[in-house]
Structure formats: structure tokens, C-alpha cells
């Protein structure tokens, strides 16, 4: 446990860091160390960006049950995003950008998928400490989350965008040293079966099968790539053509293991039963992961960030979500601990907590169309406050209930299922931010509006649809 909490936090502190600052680093212009994008364009793109994230979940996944087994997935994941963040740091212009971005998007979906299949294991379903220990977990993440943002945004404020990137660097590679000091204790700690589950393939498949996978996979990249590069494939574009992949690869997934011969019929029933939180999951991320598109335009260009004669840095304000999440992730970890059986089930929390979640939204109608610096500091931290508290409903226990709705030879690839619910719900995000246009009060009013409404809508169904399948 301590060993997969530690280097899940480093992640997260290099993502979180590096992630605080790129939609700035896409629409500052060039005189100022951005790439000197169109804010619209630099929110759909960051919404592509995050998707492919957590796509290449999928690609974690099946690498983890197919070739090299859980453990090392995770290791090959740290890697590359060591590499990904000093490529972006060292590498100017569009091309570096891709290069360390892609790199990056590869290595957290590496990690994301092999991580919780670890922190899976570590107990059994049944367990009441199941839900606690999740929670935990997530609070390292939010560790991470929260101090990352405020050393990137200050040296990308106080020096370059570059700078910032490069710290990113150096954090995620003291991860890797961390987990690598860690990792034989770790393995020599556990159970021999639960040693093989983790460090080798569940599922493996033969080489040639590997290689034309990979290649498909590879070809397919590039020939978006190309796509986009000739103009082809507008780049605005590119968050809902990732919208359409991921629902498509999630859709693929959940009917190919519901149709598998090795899924019993009672874990077909716990697969049905997954539904409803996966839309919920779905809709939570398309809110939450406005913060990095949306929200980021909004607290540079309409929040009031002075306190006497110093500017809070925009990126700053995206700790404020994770520094609630370290807040109160300890407090209700022990009150589901204490409630034991008589908690809600997992479907009721996180339809609550997708409700929440667009009344959040909601808190910043009064201030829109107004001018620059026109919203008060703490109505943002209020709208933050209230989505967090959501947040809590829905991420951890989302976690926990799909691998509690894992079929046993699927762990890892279900596992990446879940991931693709925040694949979707960034893509959402990203196309949705086209709509954002705050320049105009009406449209902003709008905005917020469908937005807020459409997830309390959502959540109240999915907790009613949840209610009618037990």
C-alpha cells in the first residue's frame, strides 16, 4: 500500500503541476512564452489532450492482462512520463508540445490503470475497510494535486512556462526513485498468488498477435495525426472525435468482456449493474474537468485575484479543489469506516454526488458577464467547495465499486473501464468548452446553466435507475 500511494502521489504531483499550466502555455502568445492559440481552441484541445489520457488507460490495461503483468505497467508508466514532462520542458513550439504531451498521455494511463488494480488487491471485496482504504488512497493523489499547481504556477509566473514544465520533471522523477526504493519490499511482502496476479500477465497473448495489435494502434495515431497536421481534421474538432473513440472503446470493452466465456453469469449481473454508475462517473468528470478548460479561462480573465499588492497566479486557484479533497478525504474515510453496512450503496452516493456537483456550477450564475476581475475569490472557492464535496461522493467510491464489479479475469482491463469514464467526461468537457465563450454575458449565463442542470438531472436518475436494479 504505502509503496502504490507514493507513487501515485509523485504522479500526481508532476500531472496536476504540469496540467495547472498548460491551457496558459496553449493561448498566451508567443511574446509572453505560450504557443498563442485561441482560448476556445486551447480549451477543446486541452479536453483531447485529457481524454487521450486516459485512453491510453485502455492501452495500460491490456498491456497489464496480455504482455507484462500489472506491476511492471506501472514502472513502464513512471518512465515515460518522466521522459514525456523533460521533452516537454526541453522541446519548443507545436512539435515539442505533441512530442512531450504524447509521452505524458502514455505514461499516467499506464499508471492510472495499474495502480488501482494494485490497490485492488491489497483487499478483499467484502472488506468494510474496502471503501477507507480507497479513500486513502485518494488522498495521496490530492497531495500531490494540490502542491503541484502552486510551485508550477508560480515559476511559470515568476520565470517561464519552461521552468514550470521542467519542475514537473524533476517531481515525477522522484517518484520513480521513491517507488523503485520501495518496490522489492513491497513484492517480497506479499502473498505468492497475489505476487503472480500482479507481475504477470492474468491473460497473456502470443507475439505476433501483440505486434499486429500495436501496429494497428500505432498506424491509427499517426494517421490522425497526419490528418490534423494537413488541416484536414479541424484541431477544434479533435476533443469530439476523441468523444466518439472513447465511447466507442468503452462500448467494445464492456460488451466483450459481458459476452466473454470466462464471465460467469453472477459477475454478468454485477456488469449490469455497473451501468448506472458508469454514466454517473461519465457526467461527474465532464464537470470536474472543466477546471483545467473553462474554469482556467474564467479565473484568469473574470476572477479578482489580488490580496493587497499580490496577484494570485491563475494556476493557483486549481489547488483549491484538491486542497478540500485533503481536507476532508481523512474525516470521511472514517465516517464510512463507522457507518460500516449501513452506509448508502455506491450508486446512491454517486448519484448524490453528481448532483452536487452541478449545484456547484450553479453558485457562479450571479457573477457571470461580468468584467475582468469582477468575481469575488471566495464564490469560486464556494463552487469549488460544493464540487469537491461531490467529488468525494464519486471518485473513490467510483474506484472501489469497479473493482468490487470486476469479472475475476478482467481485473486490470475493467480497471481501465473506469478511466474511460473520465475519457469521456474530458473529451465532454473539451467539446463542450467551445460553447464557452465569455465575452458574451448571456452566452456565459447559458453556459452555466445547461451544464449545472443537465448533472443534477443525470445524477437523480442514475440513483433512481441504481435503486430499481438491486
Known sequence: MPATVSIEMWERFSFYGMQAILA???YYATTDGGLGLERAQATTLLGAYGASVYLCTLAGGWIGDRLIGTERTLLTGCIALMVGHLSLSTLSGGAGATF????????????????????????????????????LFYLGINIGAVLGPLLTGWLSTKYTFHTGFLAAAGLMGIGLITYLALRRRYLTALSSDTATALTAPTNPISF???????????????GLGVLVRVGTIPLASLATILLVLTLSAAVVLYVSMFRSRQVTAAERRQLLRYIPIFVASCTFWSILNQTYGVFAVYSDIRLDRTIGTFTIPAAWTQSLNPLYILALSV?????????????????????????????GMLVLLPFTGGGESSTPFLALALCVLIVSLGELLVGPVGMSATTAHAPGTYRTRFSALYFLTMAIGTSTAGTLSGFYHPESGSAEFTYFVCCGLAAVIIGAGTTAISARMK
Do not use: E, N
Not at 502514455?106 to 482504504?133: E, M, W
Not at 457507518?339 to 448532483?355: E, F, H, L, T, Y
Open 24 to 26: 496558459y502555455y496553449l
Open 100 to 135: 512531450g504531451l504524447a509521452l505524458i498521455a502514455i505514461g499516467s494511463g499506464f499508471v492510472k490503470t495499474a495502480a488501482i488494480t494494485i490497490l485492488g488487491h491489497a483487499y478483499p471485496t467484502d472488506d468494510p475497510r474496502r471503501d477507507a482504504g480507497f479513500q
Open 208 to 222: 505476433g498477435r501483440a505486434a499486429i495489435t500495436i501496429s494497428i494502434v500505432i498506424a491509427g495515431i499517426v
Open 331 to 359: 474525516p470521511i474515510a472514517w465516517a464510512w469506516a463507522k457507518i460500516g453496512d449501513r452506509a448508502p450503496s455506491a450508486p446512491v452516493k454517486m448519484g448524490c454526488g453528481v448532483m452536487l456537483t452541478g449545484a
